[in-house]
């Protein structure tokens, strides 16, 4: 079970972090990712990370603006996300892979969105 937190509404500009607390499998043993899904739009890959931590993926879109990371001690996986815009406006999923990296939809498990609402 994935159990995502920490959206909300803010203006342009701020900043935001979101986390994803696991349960009910051994986290360290899963690649992670977050994804988002904006309305009327297509879920899309956001930012993924590797089960030790050492190596980060992100979206051209968020690169430089988005940090993962993750604390396999806690079973929780972070976004901190800086810089938002409007256009981040989407509701933010966590989704667990056992396999490798992927930027698809192909993940094991998946929290509920939390929702993301950046004013201009």
């Known amino acids: 079970q994935l159990q995502a937190s920490g959206g909300g509404l803010v203006q342009a500009g701020a900043s935001l972090r979101l986390s994803c607390a696991a349960s009910?499998?051994?986290?360290?043993?899963?690649?992670m990712g977050w994804f988002r899904q904006a309305p009327g739009k297509e879920r899309e890959f956001v930012a993924a990370?590797?089960?030790?931590?050492?190596?980060?993926y992100y979206a051209d879109s968020v690169k430089g603006r988005f940090t993962i990371s993750r604390d396999n001690a806690k079973d929780t996986v972070y976004l901190q996300m800086m810089s938002l815009k409007p256009e981040d406006t989407a509701d933010y999923y966590c989704?667990?892979?056992?396999?490798?990296?992927?930027?698809?939809?192909?993940?094991?498990?998946w929290g509920q969105g939390t929702l993301v609402t950046v004013s201009s």
């Open positions: 990370i590797s089960r030790s931590g050492v190596s980060k």
């Open positions: 989704a667990a892979r056992s396999g490798s990296y992927s930027r698809s939809s192909d993940y094991d498990y």
């Open positions: 009910g499998y051994t986290f360290s043993s899963y690649f």
